[in-house]
């Protein structure tokens, strides 16, 4: 591809923006992030223009706060501009249509002329003599123009124009919103050999789809749904890469009706970059393996699940985010071998988490519906007949949730019950080693 001249990135040089004192960055579960920046800002009395150069390309140009730190006043702010229109290449071509450029072929002849038209890999001149003259661009070497056109910028910038009363340099503190930011918690638990303990723990994995580097910023996490107002417009995603670390986790704290946690120290995370962070220090905790019976969920699988609490006498007791669990469990040669994964969602502490890992291979469900009479025209019995056949060496308990239509009761059960809520009966059905155990129940439906 045809390079710049040497005047256009002069200009990019000078137009960078100063790095920030301060950089804050609160990142949400819901694709958003609040900035908060101290920069110093040159102002000159009377009426002008200050440029705050480098913020995300996915902006919330409306959320911007401008404030001087300190208590210095006679600086107001008249209007704010958001440019967005970065150089590229093709916009370079395109603005410099009907205008003379200058083209250096790989045999070193300087070709100029005006351009009429840039695209399809190739360009097309018309010199002096108003010959035409096409030039292909993997011939090309390097493309020269005057300057860089009016409107492009190399990077996302906010122009304030302001009314001072006196000039100088002033820090000054920026705070806005921006998409393109989101966090969510990651789980790592590992099963112990005898399946009653789970070495659980829990990462950050924050993404910033957004252009800018966010360097050396205190940041926050928010786990919790806010409102939002709904958006003009989906942010964009982008190719990601992955960089990790294992430094000390987050203090966390309750926030108003939410759950804050704040990295104890500078961390810079870059833009088009999914960053991971521990989230809390390795825990073991108690774990009950259950198998669970849904049949309108699943009839021909009874499903695993591992059961902890999140409680402090349990090993655990911090808020969990919600987030992604993967299950592991240790071979014979020390090998990790994936068990299944799972999302939960937030949980307080001293709550129940049900991991679902899978469905069980040697525990076979059989459902039929025996019988099916009519009471009258409301009201109807329905006689059910649950085989678990239990192919394992062990014996097992499945707890079975069978969801019920209307207003019903149980008229005959094999096996004790409960009712869950108003839509589920529940049993828990022992099944022996190498077994089979019927349940048979019947229930009164009333429409």
Known sequence: MARLVGIICVGVLTAAAAGAEEVAVTVYNSNLGVVSEVRDLS???????????????QIDPASVRFELVG???????????????????????????????EVLDKQGNLIGGTLLAAGQGAIT???????????????????NFPTLPEGLITRPTLFWRYAAETGGSFPARVSYQTYGL???????????????TLDLSGWASITNNTSKTFADATLKLVAGDISRAPQAKAAGMARMDMLATAEAGFEEKAFFEYHLYTLPRPSTVAGKEVKQISLFEPART?????????????????????????????????PLPEGRVRVFQADA??????????????????????????????????????????????????A???????????????????????????????????????????FD????????????????VKW
């Open 43 to 57: 102002f000159v009395t009377g009426t002008g223009e200050v440029a705050f150069r480098d913020v995300p390309d």
């Open 71 to 101: 208590s210095r006043q006679g600086i107001s702010i008249l209007e704010q501009n958001y440019a967005y229109d970065l150089v590229s290449v093709d916009k370079i071509y395109s603005r410099y249509v009907d205008y003379d450029i």
């Open 125 to 143: 001149l018309r010199d002096a003599s108003g010959r035409v003259k096409v030039v292909l661009l993997e011939n090309v070497t390097q493309v």
């Open 182 to 196: 989101s966090w969510e918690a990651e789980y790592v638990g590992v099963l112990s050999a005898d399946e009653k």
């Open 286 to 318: 108690a774990a009950e393996k259950r198998f669970v019976y849904r049949p309108e969920q699943n009839a021909q699988q009874v499903e695993v699940a591992l059961q902890v609490v999140n409680a402090e006498q349990a090993g655990l007791g911090m």
């Open 333 to 382: 040669d020390g090998s990790l071998i994936l068990l299944g994964e799972d999302r939960i969602n937030h949980t307080p502490r001293d709550e129940k988490i049900d991991i679902r890992v899978g469905y069980a291979f040697d525990i076979v469900p059989e459902e039929k519906l025996m019988n099916q009479t009519r009471v009258s025209q409301q009201v109807e019995e329905r």
């Open 384 to 426: 059910y007949e649950l085989q678990l056949r239990n192919r394992k060496d062990e014996p097992v308990t499945v707890h079975v949730e069978k969801a019920l239509p209307g207003d019903w009761q149980v008229i005959a059960a094999d096996f004790r019950y409960e009712r869950k809520d108003a839509r589920t009966l529940t």
């Open 429 to 444: 059905v022992p099944v022996p080693a190498r077994d089979t155990t019927t349940l048979n129940y019947t229930v009164r």
